[in-house]
């Protein structure tokens, strides 16, 4: 989520519906952009998936999974909200992953420049306030940036607040029942990620 301010939309509703129906015309008729893929492909997934990775990473528009890892249909079981926070629907989808897909991997992908992050920090030190649900989404990122130092520029300081939001879910997620008996038998790793917006790079964490 990007809180970069934008006076008025790029595009209007009905323009981006047909973009977005241009693209997939393009993409059904074999002449995708992007990799495209292959009719049997197509069908052979029709009857199952086995993604071999579950992500859960940020709305922003800037940080696809498909895209920064190349990866086609099928490959990557993903999860996005702002801010790669947990909630009821997010925990359920990852038990759905763990018990059903059996994803050996798993992996919370923050981003640098993160918007959700950015406006956690203003309301948890500058005390700034957002829309009801939008407060909400913050309350799940606010204790992830105990013990970060609001002096710092705020570069540094938003840079350590994405790894340490990241860090924050992949905990919650560590005290999880599934994750311990999973990562107990060692059939499951669960890793924390940082997408550089600049370089494309995506830095796992240890
Ligand atoms: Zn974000």
């Not at 790029?10 to 009719?39: C, H, M, Y």
């Not at 913050?138 to 938003?158: R, T, Y």
């Not at 990562?183 to 796992?204: D, H, K, P, Q």
Request: charged share 20%; glycine share 10%; proline share 6%.
């Amino acid at each position: 989520m990007s809180t970069d301010p934008t006076d008025r939309p790029l595009w209007t509703a009905d323009e981006a519906l047909a973009r977005l129906q241009a693209g997939n015309l393009r993409f059904i008729s074999g002449q995708a952009r992007f990799p495209t893929v292959q009719k049997e492909v197509l069908a052979d997934l029709a009857r199952g998936q086995q993604p071999y990775v579950t992500i859960l990473g940020c709305s922003d528009s800037r940080v696809p999974p498909e895209l920064v890892f190349d990866a086609g249909f099928g490959e990557l079981f993903v999860i996005r909200v702002a801010g790669n926070v947990l909630g009821p629907s997010i925990l359920g989808t990852l038990q759905y992953a763990g018990l059903h897909l059996h994803t050996p991997l798993f992996v919370v992908m923050g981003h640098e420049g993160c918007g959700a992050v950015k406006a956690a920090i203003a309301s948890r030190f500058d005390g700034s306030r957002q829309a009801s649900r939008i407060e909400i989404l913050l309350e799940q990122i606010i204790p992830a940036l105990d013990g970060l130092d609001p002096q710092a520029s705020p570069a540094v300081l938003l840079s350590a607040a994405v790894e340490a939001n990241v860090r924050h879910t992949v905990r919650q997620l560590l005290a999880t029942p599934e994750a311990k008996a999973r990562l107990g038998e060692g059939v499951m790793r669960l890793v924390g990620a940082v997408y550089e917006l600049e370089t494309g790079r995506v830095r796992f964490l240890d």
